[in-house]
Every structure is written in structure tokens, then in C-alpha cells.
């Protein structure tokens, strides 16, 4: 059932099994997995079904640097169905090598290892709507149906693989697709329901509750559960941790100044010129599956070549050319960049950067469109038909230049860093939580997994006679901050351990400090991989589920009591 806290009176204390923070990704897994669980489950929602300014405002906070972050309200929605009413539905796991413990990654290893998470990884699958669980070719389209032509033909290396495969959702929003099934359950999902804090109970060090939920018409209401889980994002879960103050009166989990620490994103970028014009074939679009589902190939550094040139995990894409240079002269790619003022800010800075253009440029890119009108019209017919008006969109922009020379997108692992960070700020949002400050920071080894990577590119497109990849290497960290850290990846904000010291979380998703809360999300992650995390966040979510239902001491834990503290405004 679906309600809504501003119509719950003040005061009111809601007691259940389970509490979960949050209706994005992992909160709405959760809630789905649990279903039939017999647990009494209470999903808390800050939004409702549509944007609200005052509700998205929320997520406002200040910036340590503003050229490497986006602002702290962007690339996240504070509504039902959270961030997944805004990504791109890339869709891919984690690897093998990514939960290693490597000596030359600092800070490095999970306490659960890639065979823990496979058993929730198709079922993942299902619930993003991205098919099967087949991430290389040969599995995704065995014979007799091959996919397209090989990726670049003649290449055959022992340092990158070009059969790995990115598979595309719809893309799903998780509350408009599982809106109806949860508002005809049982589960109670309850929107305009911030939860704020996270008290410690009375006499009880290591459990937590009620949990202190506000709306902003000024309404105040606790949950007692037994347990909570806080699936809010990998930047408001350091927030609600740290404005509740714990035992060592520092943050929740944050005895050992942990919490939002280690924040990494993505490191992307577009580099260079990638000449094919020697391979057998190139192909840098789409295969569609039996089921429907578009899948790219894309070159992917092998695992031992990373271990041997003590790089992080990198993946790179033939891309087009630099859209806001007019000297391309593609009527396409003009074409998009002359649609720039209605396309949203999350894209907008991927596909333009911070490019600023006069008349002059946008008269030059109006003289492409003219000039290129079959071309121009080809691609804007697809992209109504397979973009616009369709259930499952065409994921990105494919643009085949006639001479084969294309640029490089890459996609790398960032290193954990305790430096960078989440913390709280000085300002106070109409809750009276304090907001985040964000001083997301890169490192000289971040430089270096770039660099090695793309000089290992060179070396393998040169020797194996298919072309030639040039690039200017004093440019790779420019090009890699370009855009800042990327995107919506926020991960290791609460990362996932065995030692207290050094994590928040145990290898189930627990508070190192307390018995009764449980983190959900892309904030667990010690490491980031090269995967986008989506995926892996729902499977997590699952395999917690799992873990949640299973164990029974869990939600078997006394229920906490009502207490006015629980209702006063939280200190600044």
C-alpha cells in the first residue's frame, strides 16, 4: 500500500519488522524481494511520484571544489523510484578482480568475493529489465546467431578483450515500473517521509531506534523497528549516519571517522584519435538480443594485464568526435549540440563538457545540419522512432565516421582515498539536518591507471596492424577531470570491511556498531570496479534480502520504545 506521512498526525510512533530508508534502486528491491517475507515493512520515501523543487532541494549542499564536482543536488532524485527516473540503464557487473585484495591498489579488497554475488546477479538482471544475465558475446549470441562483425577485425590481443558486453535497460525507473505491485501489497511505502535521524536506543548501546521521520509541512513521527536499512544514495547515506550523533557522539558507524570517507565516482573521459582504417571490419554499435535487449562490445583491459602493469580496471568505447567543435562537420552531431538548451544538466555535461560557443560556432554548426540534411534527417527519424517514442530507448548516440577515425571514451577504476570525502557542512536544510560538504579528490595513481592504460592501447592497436591510436599522454589528466567525478556514480561512502577500523559495514551490509542497521547501495563498495553500479546495487540489495529473511535473529530483536527525544529538531 501506498501512503502519504503528511497525512499521519504528529506523534504518531508506526512499529514494524523493518525499515527501509529510501525508494530508489535498493530500497525498491528490497521492498519487492521481501514481499512474501512475513516481515512487517515500512519503505520510507522523501518525495512522491513527481519532481517537488522544495523536496529536491534537499539534497543541496557546498562543494569543496566546484570544477571536479557536480552540484551536491544533481544526478540524483529525491522522489519515488530515486536516480533510476534519471540513468542511462547501462547495465554490467562487477568483475572477479574487482573484489581482490591488490597490492597495488591501497585500501583495496572486498570481504565477500564475486561468486557471493553471483547468485542474485539474474534475478538483478530481471528487475533492470536488461535480459538475461550474459555479459560476453559468445554467451549473449551463441551460435547459429553471432552478433555483428568483430569490434575491430584483426585485432586479437592478450591485453585487451573486445567480447565483454554492456547491456541497456529500458532505461527501468524502478517507481513507475513497480509503482502498481507495491501499492497492491502489503508492504507500507510511505512518501514525503524523510527520515532525519537515527537515535540510539535508551540503555541500549549497539541498537538504534526510533527512527526520527519528518515531512517539510512541519509534521513530526517515529518508526520503532527492529531493524533499518538506509538504501538513500552513496552521499545521504553518510549524511544520516553522521547527523545522528552514535555512541562515540561522532556519527552513527563513525567511531573510527569511516563514515564518507573513501568516496570515489568514475573516472571518464574522451580522448584522442583511434584510426581503424587498416582493420578487417569495425563495428562500435548496438547487437540486439533474441529478448530485445541492445548490448555494445567494447575493449576492456584484461585482469592480468592490470595486475601486470599495476593498473586499475579501465574499459574504452569508439566514440564520435568532440560535439561542440564544429570542425567535424556532422550534421548529427550538430544537430545535438544546437539542441543543447533542452537537454537536462546530467547530460548536457557529458556530452558538452563546459564548452561555451558565440554565434560564429552556432552558425557553423546550423551550416553542418543544412549541409548534411540526408545524414541529419536519417538519424533524428531513429532517434524519434527508437528513442523518443520508445518503451525500450536506443541508449546513446551511435555516429559512424566515414574515414574510421574515432575518438576514445573510457570508463576507470578510481582508487580509494580517505581523503576524499563527505562531511557535514554549516548549513541546515528545512529539516533542521545539517548538509553535506563533498571534497571529491583524485589521485596521481588514478593519472596512472589512465595512462598506462591508453599507452597499452596504443602499443596493441600498432602492433597487431589495424590502425593507429594517437593522443597527446600530457593531456590524459585533463581530459580525466574534464567532466569532474562522473556522473551519479556515488560509491565507498560507508564501505563494506572486516575490520572496524577501516569500514563501516561487515560483509552483510551491518553497522559495524550497532546490531540493527544495515546500509543498501553503491556506499558499501570498497572498491568501484569499471562497472557502472547499478546492477550490482540491486544484487546486493537482494543478496541482503536474503540475509535479512534468513537470519532471523535479525528481525527478532525487541522492538524500540516511543521517546520524545526522538521528536526534537536535530542539532546544526
Not at 566546484?66 to 554490467?92: E, I, K, Q
Not at 510511505?190 to 521521520?213: F, K, M, S, W
Not at 573516472?267 to 529478448?291: C, F, N, P, Q, R
Not at 539542441?339 to 560556432?361: C, F, M, S, W
Request: aromatic share 8%.
Amino acid at each position: 500500500m501506498i501512503l502519504d506521512a503528511r497525512d499521519i498526525p504528529s506523534g504518531t510512533c508506526l512499529q514494524a519488522d523493518l525499515c527501509i530508508a529510501g525508494a530508489g534502486a535498493a530500497g525498491i528491491t528490497l521492498a519487492l524481494a521481501l514481499e512474501t517475507s512475513g516481515l512487517d515493512v515500512i519503505l520510507l520515501e522523501s518525495g512522491g511520484d513527481t519532481p517537488e523543487p522544495a523536496v529536491q532541494q534537499l539534497y543541496a549542499g557546498t562543494l569543496a571544489d566546484p570544477r571536479l564536482h557536480p552540484p551536491a543536488d544533481s544526478y540524483r532524485v529525491r522522489r519515488f523510484g530515486g536516480s533510476t527516473t534519471l540513468w542511462g540503464g547501462r547495465c554490467m557487473p562487477l568483475d572477479a578482480i574487482d573484489f581482490d585484495a591488490r597490492d597495488y591498489i591501497p585500501h583495496s579488497g572486498w570481504p565477500i568475493g564475486l561468486n557471493d554475488l553471483m547468485p542474485w546477479y539474474g534475478q538483478a538482471n530481471a528487475l533492470c529489465e536488461a535480459g538475461e544475465f550474459a555479459y560476453t558475446a559468445e554467451q549473449a549470441f551463441p551460435p547459429p546467431s553471432p552478433p555483428s562483425p568483430p569490434m575491430i577485425g584483426g585485432f586479437e590481443s592478450d591485453v585487451f578483450s573486445t567480447n565483454t558486453l554492456e547491456r541497456s535497460s529500458c532505461p527501468t525507473d524502478f517507481g513507475a515500473r513497480y509503482r502498481n505491485r507495491l501499492a497492491k501489497g502489503r508492504i507500507r511505502v510511505i512518501q514525503h517521509a524523510n527520515l532525519c535521524r537515527l537515535p540510539i536506543q535508551e540503555g541500549q548501546a549497539r541498537l538504534v531506534g526510533p527512527a526520527d521521520v519528518r515531512t517539510l509541512e512541519g509534521k513530526t513521527f517515529t518508526v520503532a523497528a527492529r531493524a533499518y536499512v538506509l538504501a538513500t544514495g552513496g552521499l545521504e547515506v553518510p549524511r544520516v549516519l553522521l547527523n545522528s550523533p552514535g555512541v562515540s557522539g561522532r556519527g552513527l558507524g563513525n567511531a573510527n571517522d569511516v563514515v564518507g570517507r573513501y568516496y570515489m565516482c568514475h573516472l571518464a573521459g574522451t580522448i584522442g584519435t583511434m584510426d581503424l582504417s587498416k582493420a578487417a571490419s569495425v563495428w562500435h554499435g548496438y547487437d540486439v538480443s533474441d529478448e530485445g535487449i541492445y548490448c555494445r562490445r567494447r575493449l576492456a583491459l584484461r585482469p592480468q594485464a592490470q595486475r601486470d602493469l599495476h593498473a586499475g580496471n579501465f574499459i574504452a568505447r569508439l566514440h564520435h568526435p568532440r560535439i561542440p567543435d564544429a570542425g567535424h562537420r556532422n550534421g548529427i552531431l550538430s544537430a545535438l549540440y544546437l539542441a543543447r538548451p533542452i537537454v537536462p544538466y546530467e547530460y548536457a555535461k557529458r556530452l558538452y563538457g563546459d564548452a561555451t560557443g558565440g554565434v560564429g560556432n552556432w552558425l557553423a554548426h546550423a551550416r553542418n545540419v543544412v549541409t548534411d540534411v540526408p545524414n541529419t534527417v536519417r538519424f533524428l527519424t531513429h532517434w524519434l522512432l527508437n528513442r523518443t517514442l520508445a518503451e525500450r530507448k536506443f541508449p546513446s548516440v551511435i555516429v559512424r565516421p566515414a574515414n574510421l577515425r574515432f575518438s576514445l571514451d573510457f570508463h576507470a577504476e578510481q582508487v580509494p582515498n580517505a581523503d576524499s570525502r563527505v562531511t557535514l557542512g554549516d548549513g541546515v536544510d528545512a529539516l533542521g539536518m545539517r548538509r553535506i560538504h563533498i571534497d571529491w579528490q583524485y589521485t596521481p595513481q588514478d593519472v596512472a591507471t589512465v595512462t598506462l592504460a591508453l599507452a597499452a592501447l596504443a602499443r596493441e592497436i600498432e602492433r597487431t596492424g589495424v590502425g593507429h591510436f594517437s593522443y597527446d599522454p600530457a593531456e590524459v589528466e585533463a581530459e580525466m577531470t574534464r567532466y569532474g567525478a562522473y556522473g551519479g556514480h556515488h560509491i565507498g561512502t560507508a564501505r563494506m570491511g572486516s575490520d572496524p577500523a577501516s569500514s563501516v559495514v561487515n560483509a552483510d551490509s551491518r553497522l559495524h556498531e550497532a546490531d540493527n542497521v544495515f546500509i543498501a547501495g553503491s556506499a558499501v563498495f570498497p572498491t568501484s570496479g569499471q562497472a557502472n553500479p547499478t546492477l550490482s546495487i540491486v544484487a546486493l540489495a537482494l543478496r541482503l534480502a536474503d540475509h535479512l529473511q534468513s537470519h532471523a535473529n535479525v528481525c527478532a530483536l525487541p522492538l524500540p520504545k516511543a521517546s520524545t527525544t526522538a521528536l526534537s529538531p536535530t542539532s546544526p
